[in-house]
């Protein structure tokens, strides 16, 4: 849980760069990539990935993020909502004095300190970024390293990656 304003801000800017980076290495053709039917495809994760005001909202933040709709059909969309979107709930959180974490309000039927619900909100995004990174390797895109190298990233620094 996080207590104050600027540890919030100061882990999601790190997440969402890691984020925002696989993003802007999607493809329009990847979008499609499923990993099963009936689950989401690679662009529907994407787009789930954007925030939105969903769990941000019944804390009084209202997040620029995309229509509660289809994904769309260019990854440069997808990856320019994000970013819009990133930078709105920053400046939001950027308006809150550290008291405002303590606060308690009803999300998804539970209740939950804003701060509880801020780091729950960014474990979420890193959950489905690990999805997304399993069907970008399916799509055959490459795969950049969030806590440390990818694969290609230790190739590229002549790492054995086996």
Do not use: C
Not at 120 to 126: A, C, D, P, R
């Amino acid at each position: 849980m996080y207590l104050t304003v600027q540890s919030f801000i100061s882990d999601y800017k790190n997440e969402a760069a890691v984020t925002q980076k696989l993003l802007d290495s999607l493809t329009d053709s990847s979008l499609k990539q499923g990993v099963a039917p009936g689950h989401r495809s690679l662009g529907d994760l994407a787009w789930h990935l954007v925030p939105a005001s969903g769990m941000l909202e019944p804390m009084g933040l209202k997040v620029q993020g995309p229509p509660n709709s289809e994904h769309p059909a260019k990854a440069a969309e997808i990856a320019e909502q994000y970013r819009v979107s990133v930078q709105s709930l920053l400046e939001g959180v950027s308006e809150w004095d550290d008291e405002k974490m303590q606060e308690t309000k009803e999300v998804f039927g539970f209740q939950w300190k804003n701060g509880m619900t801020l780091s729950l909100f960014v474990k979420h995004e890193i959950h489905h970024r690990g999805q997304l990174t399993v069907l970008m390797r399916q799509a055959g895109l490459p795969v950049t390293g969030a806590y440390g190298p990818s694969k290609e990233e230790w190739s590229d620094m002549g790492a054995p990656t086996s």
